[in-house]
Protein backbone atom coordinates (compact mmCIF):
# COMPACT_ATOMS: atom_id res chain seq x y z
CA UNK A 1 0.00 0.00 0.00
CA UNK A 2 1.26 3.61 -0.04
CA UNK A 3 0.50 5.59 2.83
CA UNK A 4 -1.60 9.02 3.12
CA UNK A 5 0.96 11.81 3.19
CA UNK A 6 -1.89 14.22 4.39
CA UNK A 7 -4.22 13.57 7.71
CA UNK A 8 -7.41 13.53 7.17
CA UNK A 9 -7.92 15.28 11.02
CA UNK A 10 -5.15 17.13 11.79
CA UNK A 11 -2.74 17.52 14.71
CA UNK A 12 -3.78 15.86 18.07
CA UNK A 13 -6.57 13.65 17.12
CA UNK A 14 -5.38 9.97 18.34
CA UNK A 15 -7.56 6.59 18.11
CA UNK A 16 -10.02 7.38 15.55
CA UNK A 17 -13.44 5.75 15.67
CA UNK A 18 -15.74 5.83 12.79
CA UNK A 19 -18.99 4.55 11.99
CA UNK A 20 -21.73 5.51 9.47
CA UNK A 21 -25.22 6.55 9.60
CA UNK A 22 -27.50 7.17 6.43
CA UNK A 23 -25.21 9.50 3.95
CA UNK A 24 -22.82 10.54 6.73
CA UNK A 25 -20.18 9.67 8.40
CA UNK A 26 -19.04 10.27 11.99
CA UNK A 27 -15.74 10.07 13.73
CA UNK A 28 -14.80 10.07 17.79
CA UNK A 29 -10.81 10.05 19.11
CA UNK A 30 -9.29 10.28 22.66
CA UNK A 31 -8.76 13.46 24.61
CA UNK A 32 -6.52 12.42 27.80
CA UNK A 33 -6.96 15.07 30.51
CA UNK A 34 -8.43 17.76 28.47
CA UNK A 35 -11.73 18.59 28.57
CA UNK A 36 -14.73 18.73 26.69
CA UNK A 37 -13.84 15.17 26.37
CA UNK A 38 -13.98 13.10 23.08
CA UNK A 39 -14.19 15.42 20.25
CA UNK A 40 -16.96 14.56 17.88
CA UNK A 41 -16.46 14.89 13.62
CA UNK A 42 -18.94 14.67 10.92
CA UNK A 43 -18.26 14.03 7.02
CA UNK A 44 -19.81 13.02 3.94
CA UNK A 45 -16.62 12.08 1.90
CA UNK A 46 -14.15 10.66 4.61
CA UNK A 47 -11.81 13.31 3.97
CA UNK A 48 -13.21 17.09 4.97
CA UNK A 49 -14.50 16.16 8.37
CA UNK A 50 -16.57 19.20 10.98
CA UNK A 51 -16.14 19.53 14.30
CA UNK A 52 -19.62 18.87 15.79
CA UNK A 53 -19.26 18.61 19.67
CA UNK A 54 -18.19 16.61 22.43
CA UNK A 55 -19.41 13.13 23.54
CA UNK A 56 -18.15 14.40 26.97
CA UNK A 57 -18.95 17.98 27.15
CA UNK A 58 -20.31 18.61 31.11
CA UNK A 59 -18.87 17.56 34.50
CA UNK A 60 -21.87 14.90 35.35
CA UNK A 61 -19.96 12.76 32.41
CA UNK A 62 -15.98 13.69 32.77
CA UNK A 63 -14.24 14.16 35.70
CA UNK A 64 -10.54 14.53 35.55
CA UNK A 65 -9.56 15.94 38.84
CA UNK A 66 -6.99 13.01 39.07
CA UNK A 67 -5.88 13.49 35.32
CA UNK A 68 -2.29 14.06 35.12
CA UNK A 69 -0.54 14.71 31.23
CA UNK A 70 -1.93 11.72 29.62
CA UNK A 71 -4.51 10.56 31.45
CA UNK A 72 -7.71 10.62 31.63
CA UNK A 73 -9.93 9.57 28.17
CA UNK A 74 -8.53 6.84 26.33
CA UNK A 75 -9.52 5.72 23.27
CA UNK A 76 -13.22 5.30 22.45
CA UNK A 77 -15.49 3.26 20.27
CA UNK A 78 -17.95 5.16 18.70
CA UNK A 79 -21.27 2.91 17.15
CA UNK A 80 -24.59 3.33 15.39
CA UNK A 81 -26.96 1.03 15.97
CA UNK A 82 -30.78 0.61 16.46
CA UNK A 83 -31.40 4.32 15.81
CA UNK A 84 -28.91 5.79 18.53
CA UNK A 85 -25.15 6.60 18.51
CA UNK A 86 -23.25 4.53 21.05
CA UNK A 87 -19.63 6.00 22.69
CA UNK A 88 -17.67 3.61 25.10
CA UNK A 89 -14.34 4.65 26.46
CA UNK A 90 -12.32 4.46 28.95
CA UNK A 91 -11.82 7.19 32.16
CA UNK A 92 -7.94 6.15 33.25
CA UNK A 93 -8.21 8.70 36.32
CA UNK A 94 -11.63 8.08 37.61
CA UNK A 95 -12.66 4.48 39.09
CA UNK A 96 -10.03 3.67 36.18
CA UNK A 97 -13.09 1.87 34.34
CA UNK A 98 -15.26 1.83 31.33
CA UNK A 99 -17.81 4.31 30.70
CA UNK A 100 -20.99 4.27 28.01
CA UNK A 101 -23.12 7.28 26.60
CA UNK A 102 -25.72 7.51 24.03
CA UNK A 103 -26.87 10.07 22.14
CA UNK A 104 -30.03 10.56 18.94
CA UNK A 105 -28.01 13.19 17.15
CA UNK A 106 -24.41 13.14 17.73
CA UNK A 107 -24.11 16.49 17.84
CA UNK A 108 -26.05 15.89 21.83
CA UNK A 109 -27.10 15.99 23.77
CA UNK A 110 -25.44 12.63 25.35
CA UNK A 111 -26.47 11.04 28.26
CA UNK A 112 -24.59 10.57 31.72
CA UNK A 113 -22.30 8.13 31.62
CA UNK A 114 -23.15 4.64 32.02
CA UNK A 115 -20.50 2.77 34.14
CA UNK A 116 -19.46 -0.78 33.07
CA UNK A 117 -18.12 -2.62 35.97
CA UNK A 118 -15.56 -4.45 34.56
CA UNK A 119 -12.15 -5.78 35.31
CA UNK A 120 -9.55 -3.40 34.54
CA UNK A 121 -8.77 -2.69 31.00
CA UNK A 122 -8.68 0.43 27.90
CA UNK A 123 -9.73 0.02 24.40
CA UNK A 124 -13.11 -1.11 24.80
CA UNK A 125 -15.16 -1.77 21.78
CA UNK A 126 -19.41 -2.65 21.11
CA UNK A 127 -20.47 -4.96 18.45
CA UNK A 128 -24.07 -6.57 17.94
CA UNK A 129 -25.51 -9.73 17.26
CA UNK A 130 -28.22 -10.01 14.75
CA UNK A 131 -30.35 -11.27 17.84
CA UNK A 132 -29.47 -7.68 19.64
CA UNK A 133 -26.52 -9.41 22.30
CA UNK A 134 -24.20 -6.84 22.62
CA UNK A 135 -20.51 -7.79 23.28
CA UNK A 136 -17.78 -5.34 24.57
CA UNK A 137 -14.18 -6.38 23.99
CA UNK A 138 -11.47 -4.57 25.64
CA UNK A 139 -7.21 -4.80 25.66
CA UNK A 140 -6.86 -6.52 29.29
CA UNK A 141 -4.73 -9.21 31.03
CA UNK A 142 -4.67 -13.02 30.73
CA UNK A 143 -4.05 -14.96 34.53
CA UNK A 144 0.06 -14.19 33.68
CA UNK A 145 -0.20 -10.49 33.31
CA UNK A 146 0.16 -10.84 29.17
CA UNK A 147 -1.57 -7.83 27.57
CA UNK A 148 -4.50 -9.98 25.27
CA UNK A 149 -8.03 -8.70 24.07
CA UNK A 150 -11.01 -10.08 26.31
CA UNK A 151 -14.61 -9.61 25.44
CA UNK A 152 -17.80 -10.15 27.41
CA UNK A 153 -21.70 -10.01 26.79
CA UNK A 154 -22.98 -6.85 28.35
CA UNK A 155 -26.02 -5.52 28.97
CA UNK A 156 -25.62 -2.07 27.64
CA UNK A 157 -28.93 -0.21 29.48
CA UNK A 158 -27.49 -1.13 33.30
CA UNK A 159 -24.13 -1.69 32.51
CA UNK A 160 -23.26 -5.14 33.22
CA UNK A 161 -21.51 -7.91 32.16
CA UNK A 162 -23.77 -10.99 31.54
CA UNK A 163 -21.24 -13.49 31.44
CA UNK A 164 -17.33 -14.00 32.91
CA UNK A 165 -14.53 -12.02 30.43
CA UNK A 166 -13.36 -14.58 28.26
CA UNK A 167 -9.97 -14.03 25.61
CA UNK A 168 -10.28 -13.71 22.14
CA UNK A 169 -6.96 -13.38 20.60
CA UNK A 170 -3.05 -12.28 21.87
CA UNK A 171 -2.21 -10.73 18.64
CA UNK A 172 0.33 -12.39 16.59
CA UNK A 173 3.26 -11.47 18.82
CA UNK A 174 3.50 -7.56 19.30
CA UNK A 175 3.71 -6.12 22.09
CA UNK A 176 0.40 -4.41 24.00
CA UNK A 177 -1.66 -6.09 21.35
CA UNK A 178 -5.05 -3.43 21.57
CA UNK A 179 -7.67 -0.79 20.28
CA UNK A 180 -10.08 -4.27 19.34
CA UNK A 181 -12.67 -3.63 16.87
CA UNK A 182 -15.18 -6.22 16.18
CA UNK A 183 -17.32 -6.99 12.85
CA UNK A 184 -19.87 -9.21 11.16
CA UNK A 185 -18.78 -9.06 8.03
CA UNK A 186 -21.01 -11.89 5.75
CA UNK A 187 -20.88 -15.16 7.26
CA UNK A 188 -17.56 -14.26 9.56
CA UNK A 189 -16.51 -12.30 12.19
CA UNK A 190 -13.31 -10.40 11.67
CA UNK A 191 -11.26 -8.63 14.77
CA UNK A 192 -8.60 -5.84 13.94
CA UNK A 193 -6.61 -5.18 16.81
CA UNK A 194 -3.39 -2.75 16.91
CA UNK A 195 0.26 -4.03 17.93
CA UNK A 196 3.89 -2.75 18.75
CA UNK A 197 2.55 -0.04 20.72
CA UNK A 198 1.71 3.28 19.76
CA UNK A 199 5.46 4.23 18.80
CA UNK A 200 7.67 3.10 15.31
CA UNK A 201 6.77 -0.40 15.89
CA UNK A 202 2.88 0.07 15.72
CA UNK A 203 0.70 -1.80 13.26
CA UNK A 204 -2.63 -3.34 12.60
CA UNK A 205 -3.20 -6.92 11.96
CA UNK A 206 -6.58 -8.96 11.78
CA UNK A 207 -8.19 -12.33 12.73
CA UNK A 208 -11.76 -13.74 11.97
CA UNK A 209 -13.78 -16.45 13.20
CA UNK A 210 -17.12 -18.00 13.13
CA UNK A 211 -18.77 -16.00 16.07
CA UNK A 212 -17.88 -12.69 18.62
CA UNK A 213 -16.02 -14.99 20.61
CA UNK A 214 -13.79 -16.77 18.04
CA UNK A 215 -11.89 -19.54 18.15
CA UNK A 216 -9.61 -16.36 15.78
CA UNK A 217 -7.90 -17.32 12.71
CA UNK A 218 -4.90 -14.90 11.95
CA UNK A 219 -5.30 -13.27 8.98
CA UNK A 220 -2.36 -14.39 5.71
CA UNK A 221 -1.27 -10.70 5.48
CA UNK A 222 -0.52 -10.22 9.13
CA UNK A 223 0.70 -6.48 9.84
CA UNK A 224 -2.28 -5.22 7.19
CA UNK A 225 -0.62 -1.78 8.18
CA UNK A 226 2.61 -0.58 9.54
CA UNK A 227 5.12 2.18 8.76
CA UNK A 228 8.00 0.08 10.22
CA UNK A 229 10.89 0.75 8.22
CA UNK A 230 9.65 3.11 5.57
CA UNK A 231 10.88 5.93 4.28
CA UNK A 232 8.10 8.20 5.03
CA UNK A 233 7.42 11.10 6.73
CA UNK A 234 4.38 9.18 8.49
CA UNK A 235 5.23 6.82 11.10
CA UNK A 236 3.82 4.63 13.94
CA UNK A 237 0.57 3.91 11.61
CA UNK A 238 -1.90 1.70 13.38
CA UNK A 239 -5.52 1.84 15.67
CA UNK A 240 -7.56 1.08 12.90
CA UNK A 241 -11.28 1.09 12.33
CA UNK A 242 -13.17 0.00 9.27
CA UNK A 243 -16.25 1.71 7.79
CA UNK A 244 -18.61 0.59 4.71
CA UNK A 245 -20.13 2.98 2.64
CA UNK A 246 -23.93 2.87 1.43
CA UNK A 247 -22.17 1.75 -1.76
CA UNK A 248 -20.69 -1.40 -0.48
CA UNK A 249 -17.45 -0.30 -0.75
CA UNK A 250 -15.39 -0.19 2.72
CA UNK A 251 -12.31 2.52 4.05
CA UNK A 252 -10.19 2.40 7.19
CA UNK A 253 -9.24 5.43 9.26
CA UNK A 254 -6.02 4.60 11.97
CA UNK A 255 -3.52 7.28 13.58
CA UNK A 256 -0.03 8.11 12.29
CA UNK A 257 2.28 10.86 13.38
CA UNK A 258 4.41 12.87 11.01
CA UNK A 259 8.22 12.60 12.24
CA UNK A 260 10.33 15.53 10.99
CA UNK A 261 14.25 16.58 11.67
CA UNK A 262 16.86 14.33 11.82
CA UNK A 263 17.67 11.15 13.07
CA UNK A 264 15.46 10.03 15.48
CA UNK A 265 12.82 11.98 14.14
CA UNK A 266 10.47 13.56 16.12
CA UNK A 267 6.80 14.14 16.23
CA UNK A 268 5.31 17.67 17.66
CA UNK A 269 1.57 17.77 16.32
CA UNK A 270 1.05 14.56 17.80
CA UNK A 271 -0.96 11.36 16.49
CA UNK A 272 -3.08 12.36 13.77
CA UNK A 273 -6.57 10.75 11.94
CA UNK A 274 -5.31 9.49 8.49
CA UNK A 275 -7.24 7.42 5.95
CA UNK A 276 -7.54 4.91 3.51
CA UNK A 277 -9.55 2.51 1.09
CA UNK A 278 -9.64 -0.98 2.13
CA UNK A 279 -9.34 -3.79 -0.65
CA UNK A 280 -10.71 -7.55 -0.21
CA UNK A 281 -8.84 -10.40 -1.89
CA UNK A 282 -9.87 -13.48 -0.53
CA UNK A 283 -12.53 -12.75 1.98
CA UNK A 284 -9.58 -10.32 3.88
CA UNK A 285 -9.30 -6.45 4.05
CA UNK A 286 -6.76 -4.86 3.21
CA UNK A 287 -5.81 -1.56 2.59
CA UNK A 288 -6.17 0.35 -0.52
CA UNK A 289 -5.27 3.60 -1.89
CA UNK A 290 -5.03 6.85 0.20
CA UNK A 291 -7.59 9.12 1.26
CA UNK A 292 -6.70 12.67 1.92
CA UNK A 293 -6.83 16.24 1.09
CA UNK A 294 -5.30 17.26 -1.98
CA UNK A 295 -3.62 20.17 -0.54
CA UNK A 296 -2.08 21.23 2.25
CA UNK A 297 -4.91 22.83 4.62
CA UNK A 298 -4.86 26.28 6.24
CA UNK A 299 -6.44 27.49 9.19
CA UNK A 300 -8.00 31.16 10.62
CA UNK A 301 -9.32 31.04 13.97
CA UNK A 302 -10.40 34.29 15.94
CA UNK A 303 -12.05 34.97 19.28
CA UNK A 304 -14.09 37.62 18.75
CA UNK A 305 -16.29 37.34 21.81
CA UNK A 306 -17.08 35.13 24.93
CA UNK A 307 -17.93 32.41 22.86
CA UNK A 308 -15.23 29.75 22.31
CA UNK A 309 -14.94 27.67 19.43
CA UNK A 310 -15.65 23.88 19.64
CA UNK A 311 -12.00 23.28 19.19
CA UNK A 312 -10.93 24.67 22.46
CA UNK A 313 -10.22 22.94 25.67
CA UNK A 314 -8.68 23.19 29.04
CA UNK A 315 -5.99 21.29 31.07
CA UNK A 316 -7.84 19.14 34.02
CA UNK A 317 -11.42 21.10 33.77
CA UNK A 318 -13.52 22.65 31.26
CA UNK A 319 -13.00 26.02 29.98
CA UNK A 320 -15.96 27.54 31.56
CA UNK A 321 -14.03 27.04 35.22
CA UNK A 322 -11.11 29.02 34.09
CA UNK A 323 -12.51 31.71 31.49
CA UNK A 324 -15.37 33.73 31.74
CA UNK A 325 -16.98 37.00 30.00
CA UNK A 326 -15.13 40.20 30.96
CA UNK A 327 -17.17 43.57 31.67
CA UNK A 328 -14.73 45.00 28.21
CA UNK A 329 -16.50 42.15 25.79
CA UNK A 330 -13.63 39.80 26.10
CA UNK A 331 -12.47 37.03 28.41
CA UNK A 332 -11.52 37.20 32.02
CA UNK A 333 -8.90 33.82 32.42
CA UNK A 334 -8.20 33.11 36.37
CA UNK A 335 -5.54 31.02 38.19
CA UNK A 336 -6.61 27.89 39.72
CA UNK A 337 -6.58 27.99 43.01
CA UNK A 338 -4.21 25.46 44.87
CA UNK A 339 -3.00 24.22 41.06
CA UNK A 340 -1.88 27.71 40.53
CA UNK A 341 -1.20 27.44 36.71
CA UNK A 342 -4.90 27.53 34.04
CA UNK A 343 -4.19 26.52 30.34
CA UNK A 344 -7.22 26.79 27.55
CA UNK A 345 -6.55 26.51 23.91
CA UNK A 346 -6.57 24.61 20.93
CA UNK A 347 -4.81 21.81 19.33
CA UNK A 348 -1.73 22.90 17.26
CA UNK A 349 -3.08 21.40 13.63
CA UNK A 350 -0.30 22.81 11.09
CA UNK A 351 3.53 22.66 10.74
CA UNK A 352 3.80 26.49 10.45
CA UNK A 353 1.38 28.78 13.10
CA UNK A 354 1.58 32.20 14.13
CA UNK A 355 -0.65 32.60 17.45
CA UNK A 356 -1.09 36.55 19.26
CA UNK A 357 -2.94 37.59 21.83
CA UNK A 358 -3.48 40.75 23.59
CA UNK A 359 -3.89 40.91 27.27
CA UNK A 360 -4.44 43.45 30.24
CA UNK A 361 -2.04 41.67 33.26
CA UNK A 362 -3.16 44.71 35.45
CA UNK A 363 -4.29 42.21 38.18
CA UNK A 364 -2.08 38.89 37.94
CA UNK A 365 0.09 37.13 35.63
CA UNK A 366 -0.35 35.10 32.10
CA UNK A 367 -0.14 34.94 28.49
CA UNK A 368 0.14 32.86 25.78
CA UNK A 369 1.61 29.19 25.94
CA UNK A 370 2.51 26.20 23.74
CA UNK A 371 2.64 23.04 25.26
CA UNK A 372 2.69 19.19 25.54
CA UNK A 373 2.24 19.23 28.82
CA UNK A 374 2.64 21.48 31.60
CA UNK A 375 6.86 20.76 32.14
CA UNK A 376 7.37 20.71 28.27
CA UNK A 377 6.18 24.81 27.28
CA UNK A 378 7.38 27.57 25.62
CA UNK A 379 5.30 30.81 27.15
CA UNK A 380 5.12 34.54 27.10
CA UNK A 381 4.19 35.83 30.14
CA UNK A 382 3.33 39.42 31.23
CA UNK A 383 3.01 40.82 34.75
CA UNK A 384 4.25 43.33 37.45
CA UNK A 385 4.78 45.28 34.13
CA UNK A 386 7.09 43.12 32.56
CA UNK A 387 7.49 40.24 30.02
CA UNK A 388 9.13 36.99 29.48
CA UNK A 389 9.86 34.48 27.37
CA UNK A 390 9.99 31.23 29.18
CA UNK A 391 10.94 27.47 27.89
CA UNK A 392 10.15 24.88 30.87
CA UNK A 393 11.79 21.48 29.47
CA UNK A 394 11.24 19.24 32.70
CA UNK A 395 12.91 20.27 35.32
CA UNK A 396 14.77 23.40 33.60
CA UNK A 397 12.98 26.19 33.01
CA UNK A 398 15.05 29.32 31.36
CA UNK A 399 14.23 33.05 30.48
CA UNK A 400 14.64 33.05 26.48
CA UNK A 401 14.55 36.73 26.94
CA UNK A 402 12.64 39.86 27.83
CA UNK A 403 12.14 43.47 26.71
CA UNK A 404 13.52 46.42 28.56
CA UNK A 405 10.11 47.65 29.32
CA UNK A 406 6.20 47.12 28.90
CA UNK A 407 2.86 48.10 29.82
CA UNK A 408 0.41 45.94 31.83
CA UNK A 409 -1.54 45.60 28.32
CA UNK A 410 0.52 43.37 25.75
CA UNK A 411 0.37 41.68 22.31
CA UNK A 412 2.17 38.91 22.40
CA UNK A 413 3.08 36.25 19.70
CA UNK A 414 4.23 32.36 19.52
CA UNK A 415 5.25 31.05 15.89
CA UNK A 416 6.40 27.46 14.69
CA UNK A 417 7.68 26.99 11.29
CA UNK A 418 10.33 24.54 9.79
CA UNK A 419 14.48 25.29 11.14
CA UNK A 420 15.54 28.31 9.27
CA UNK A 421 18.99 28.32 10.08
CA UNK A 422 22.05 25.82 11.29
CA UNK A 423 20.74 22.77 13.65
CA UNK A 424 21.94 24.21 17.07
CA UNK A 425 23.05 20.37 17.03
CA UNK A 426 24.43 17.92 15.53
CA UNK A 427 21.03 17.22 13.51
CA UNK A 428 17.87 19.43 12.81
CA UNK A 429 15.02 19.26 15.11
CA UNK A 430 11.54 18.71 13.09
CA UNK A 431 10.83 22.61 14.10
CA UNK A 432 11.63 25.69 15.50
CA UNK A 433 9.32 28.04 18.30
CA UNK A 434 9.66 31.40 18.09
CA UNK A 435 8.52 33.41 20.95
CA UNK A 436 8.24 37.35 21.03
CA UNK A 437 5.91 40.82 21.72
CA UNK A 438 4.13 43.03 19.15
CA UNK A 439 5.23 46.76 19.41
CA UNK A 440 3.98 49.68 17.16
CA UNK A 441 7.05 48.87 14.95
CA UNK A 442 6.31 45.16 14.38
CA UNK A 443 6.73 41.95 15.82
CA UNK A 444 10.14 41.51 18.36
CA UNK A 445 11.51 37.97 19.11
CA UNK A 446 12.53 37.06 22.73
CA UNK A 447 13.73 33.83 22.17
CA UNK A 448 13.49 30.96 19.82
CA UNK A 449 13.70 26.41 20.88
CA UNK A 450 14.02 23.62 18.80
CA UNK A 451 11.10 22.54 18.71
CA UNK A 452 12.29 18.92 19.54
CA UNK A 453 12.21 20.15 23.28
CA UNK A 454 8.42 20.04 22.74
CA UNK A 455 7.77 16.90 21.09
CA UNK A 456 5.88 13.55 22.25
CA UNK A 457 9.40 11.95 22.01
CA UNK A 458 11.34 14.30 24.31
CA UNK A 459 7.96 14.62 26.68
CA UNK A 460 6.72 11.31 26.63
CA UNK A 461 3.18 10.16 26.64
CA UNK A 462 0.00 10.38 24.19
CA UNK A 463 -0.76 13.83 23.04
CA UNK A 464 0.43 16.79 20.68
CA UNK A 465 1.12 20.42 21.22
CA UNK A 466 -1.70 22.84 22.47
CA UNK A 467 -1.65 26.59 22.19
CA UNK A 468 -3.70 28.77 24.07
CA UNK A 469 -3.78 31.41 27.33
CA UNK A 470 -2.46 30.80 30.26
CA UNK A 471 -3.14 32.34 33.74
CA UNK A 472 -0.07 31.64 36.72
CA UNK A 473 -1.46 34.40 39.18
CA UNK A 474 -4.80 36.06 39.56
CA UNK A 475 -6.47 37.18 36.59
CA UNK A 476 -5.53 38.40 33.03
CA UNK A 477 -8.38 40.07 30.75
CA UNK A 478 -7.97 38.94 27.14
CA UNK A 479 -8.99 41.48 24.33
CA UNK A 480 -8.35 39.31 21.35
CA UNK A 481 -6.79 35.84 20.47
CA UNK A 482 -5.82 34.60 16.85
CA UNK A 483 -4.41 31.89 15.34
CA UNK A 484 -3.32 30.81 12.01
CA UNK A 485 -1.81 27.88 10.46
CA UNK A 486 -1.06 26.50 7.30
CA UNK A 487 0.90 23.37 5.95
CA UNK A 488 2.51 25.24 3.01
CA UNK A 489 4.44 28.04 2.95
CA UNK A 490 4.16 30.53 5.46
Request: hydrophobic fraction near 35%; charged fraction near 20%; include cysteine.
Amino acid sequence: MRLPERPVISGFHPDPSVCRAGDAYYLACSSFEYAPGVPLFRSEDLVHWEQIGHALDRPSQLSLDRAGPSGGIYAPTLRYHDGRFWMITTNFSDRDGMLLVTAEDPAGPWSDPVWIDAPPGVDPDLAWDRDGTCHVSWSGTDDAGRTVVVQATLDPVGGKLLDAPRQLWGGTGGKYPEAPHLYRIGEHWYLVVAEGGTERGHAVTIARGPSPSGPFEPGPHNPVLTARGLGTTVQNTGHADLVQRPDGSWAMVFLGVRALGGTPHWHVLGRETYACEVVWEDGWPRPGDPIEPRSPTELTEELTGPDLPLSWVAAGRFPAEVLEPAESGGLRMTAVEGDGRAFAGRRQQHLTTRTRVTVDASHGAGGLELRVDPRHAVTVEAGDGAVRAVATIGGVRAVLGEPAEAGPVVTLELRTAPPSGPAPSHVPGPDEIVAGVVTADGFRELGRLDGRYLSTETAGGFTGRLVGLTCSRGHLTVASFTHRGTDGAA
